[in-house]
Nanobody
Framework: QVQLVESGGGLVQAGGSLRLSCAAS????????MAWFRQAPGKEREFVAG????????YYADSVKGRFTISRDNAKNTVYLQMNSLKPEDTAVYYC?????????????????WGQGTQVTVSS
């Protein structure tokens, strides 16, 4: 089992930056593909960015491509989401997700693991 704890959310003005972190428990972190999802009020949870087990493969939603960067440090059992040029429409609760796969996870599965979420609010 994997436990995930997100941090780094907060309030930022449009055009600003934030870096989210997700710390994972367990010795097999490097076996997991990791991803970030987000859920805005009244909307479904949506995929934001994903990274494979080694960090050599990444994938982004079109809405964040060129602005967000996902990365991981397997020695620290941590995955990051660097968010630049933030927009009010990026406001959401951001969730860290882990899936036991060598691929980049882009859809959530019942066998995956979720963090508790961290709020990101972008003011205009």
């Amino acid at each position: 089992q994997v436990q995930l704890v997100e941090s780094g959310g907060g309030l930022v003005q449009a055009g600003g930056s934030l870096r989210l972190s997700c710390a994972a428990s367990g010795r097999t972190f490097s076996s997991y593909g990791m991803a970030w999802f987000r859920q805005a009020p009244g909307k479904e949870r949506e995929f934001v960015a994903g990274i494979n087990w080694s960090g050599g493969g990444t994938y982004y939603a079109d809405s964040v491509k060129g602005r967000f960067t996902i990365s991981r440090d397997n020695a620290k059992n941590t995955v990051y989401l660097q968010m630049n040029s933030l927009k009010p429409e990026d406001t959401a609760v951001y969730y860290c997700y882990a899936q036991n796969t060598v691929m980049v996870p882009t859809t959530a599965r019942a066998t995956g693991y979720w963090g508790q979420g961290t709020q990101v609010t972008v003011s205009s």
